[in-house]
């Protein structure tokens, strides 16, 4: 029997969600089902389009009303958060998905838009062969604790301080 294991990709760099995105295309390929659960996020990008030629075995959804900057966060991002989460536990929970993945739930806990502990719960009991991936700059001590796989992704260069913009096919 498969065992799913939980998968944190976090840090300041480029690449957390691309790497999400690697891991589903893979599994897919595998013919595994995957549930991606973007949170933060409102903006439907060129992964978007590429993901739904896999709709059959890709799920993903958006939970967000866009980056947050500073401030206490709106009524409206909370709820699309809460959302996220209630749709996250019942793909979990189903039991109808082999990897579920988190895409900036790292970036929603530290902007208070979700409790950890929630998402730890999730973690505790997930089915013993789902996969869950999570993302974002800034994981939760308790939940790197929790994981059995970190990446901390490191910034060392980046073109975008030279003024170069976010490139279609790229970064969005």
Known sequence: MRKGYVQVYTGNSKGKTTAALGLALRA??????????????????????????FSDLITIR????????????????LSAAQKGLKAVKKAVMSGNYDVVILDEIN???HSR????????EIINNK???????????????????RADLVTEMKEIKH???????????IEH
């Open 113 to 120: 838009l979700i409790n950890p502990d929630e998402v730890i």
């Open 28 to 53: 897919a390929g595998a013919g595994l089902k995957v549930f991606f659960a973007q949170f933060i996020k409102k903006r439907l990008c060129s992964e978007h389009k590429a993901l739904a030629r």
């Open 127 to 145: 089915p013993l062969k789902t996969e869950i991936v999570l993302t974002g700059r800034y994981a939760d001590e308790n939940i790197i604790e």
């Open 159 to 169: 073109y975008y301080k030279k003024g170069v913009k976010a490139r279609k096919g």
């Open 62 to 77: 958006q939970f967000g009303t866009g980056f947050i900057r500073g401030g206490a966060p709106s009524q409206d991002a």
């Open 107 to 109: 970036i929603a806990i």
